[in-house]
Nanobody, 128 residues
Framework: QVQLVESGGGLVQPGSSLRISCVASGGTFEHYAMAWFRQAPGKKREVMGCISKGDSSTLYADSVKGRFKIFRDNAKSTVYLQMDSPKPGDTAVYFC?????????????????????WGQGTTVTVSA
């Protein structure tokens, strides 16, 4: 059983930056692929990106490519989402998730069913 705790959300101005974190416990973090999703009110949960184990290769949704970056620190069992130039449309609850298979696949990483464990989420509000 893996527990995930997100933190770092809050109110951020458009065009600024924010970094949110997800700390994992109860498993072998370096063996997992990790993903970030978000869910806005009234909308489906959507993937932001995924980072694989080992080489830490990443995949990103088109909506955030070039603005958001995922990176991981295996020594701290932590995955981060760096959000640069956020927009009001990025307002949502952000979740991290674990894929115990360890790799992010372009044809599958966006499926929520692929991920076994989820955090409770952290709220990000982008507003002036």
């Amino acid at each position: 059983q893996v527990q995930l705790v997100e933190s770092g959300g809050g109110l951020v101005q458009p065009g600024s930056s924010l970094r949110i974190s997800c700390v994992a416990s109860g498993g072998t973090f370096e063996h997992y692929a990790m993903a970030w999703f978000r869910q806005a009110p009234g909308k489906k949960r959507e993937v932001m990106g995924c980072i694989s184990k080992g080489d830490s290769s990443t995949l990103y949704a088109d909506s955030v490519k070039g603005r958001f970056k995922i990176f991981r620190d295996n020594a701290k069992s932590t995955v981060y989402l760096q959000m640069d130039s956020p927009k009001p449309g990025d307002t949502a609850v952000y979740f991290c998730a674990v894929d115990s298979m360890g790799r992010c696949y372009r044809t599958a990483y966006y499926y929520t069913e692929r991920y076994e464990w989820w955090g409770q989420g952290t709220t990000v509000t982008v507003s002036a």
